[in-house]
């Protein structure tokens, strides 16, 4: 999804959860790079410089799978948009919908709504003791 196409607050989380979903995917990726490396070649008797072939399949092979990981998910994956514009784009009286029949984006600029009200009525209260 591309930042033209995200123009909703339940677009956006849907982006935001994919994200977290592929990052939860290359981090097991990883895990895996790093037992098979680390644990898998324990039993060889190879050596490379001086360093057994276990100690950089444990250490290097992750750091490398990390960063291709990581490569993957900025190209393919992440979306750069800004959530406080997209929150902001929700209709200021949206919360006061009363047809009783709402889409996703309705219920989610509602909560941002309701949200809203009540950091404006915290301030309010804070200027009145005088904090």
Same mark, same amino acid.
């Given at each position: 999804?591309?930042?033209?196409?995200?123009?909703?607050?339940?677009?956006?989380?849907?982006? /935001?959860?994919?994200?977290?979903?592929?990052?939860? %995917?290359?981090? %097991?990726?990883?895990?895996?790079?790093?037992?098979?490396?680390?644990?898998?070649?324990?039993?060889? @008797?190879?050596? =490379?410089?001086?360093? #057994?072939?276990?100690? =950089?399949?444990?250490? =290097?092979? #992750?750091?490398?799978? /990390?960063?291709? %990981?990581? =490569?993957?998910?900025?190209?393919?994956?992440?979306?750069?948009? @800004?959530?406080?514009?997209?929150?902001?784009?929700? #209709?200021?009286?949206?919360? @006061?919908?009363? @047809?009783?029949?709402?889409?996703?984006?309705?219920?989610?600029?509602?909560?941002?709504?309701?949200?809203? %009200?009540?950091?404006?009525?915290?301030?309010?209260?804070?200027?009145?003791?005088?904090?």
């Amino acid at each position: 999804m591309s930042q033209s196409e995200i123009r909703t607050y339940a677009q956006a989380m849907r982006q /935001a959860n994919k994200e977290a979903r592929a990052t939860v %995917a290359a981090l %097991a990726c990883i895990i895996v790079v790093w037992l098979v490396g680390g644990f898998g070649l324990a039993g060889t @008797d190879i050596w =490379v410089f001086h360093t #057994p072939l276990w100690v =950089v399949g444990g250490c =290097v092979a #992750p750091w490398i799978a /990390a960063v291709v %990981a990581a =490569v993957v998910l900025s190209r393919r994956v992440f979306a750069d948009f @800004d959530l406080d514009e997209v929150a902001g784009s929700c #209709p200021v009286g949206s919360a @006061d919908a009363s @047809d009783g029949v709402r889409g996703a984006d309705d219920a989610a600029c509602n909560g941002i709504a309701a949200r809203r %009200a009540e950091a404006g009525s915290n301030a309010a209260s804070a200027n009145e003791s005088g904090e």
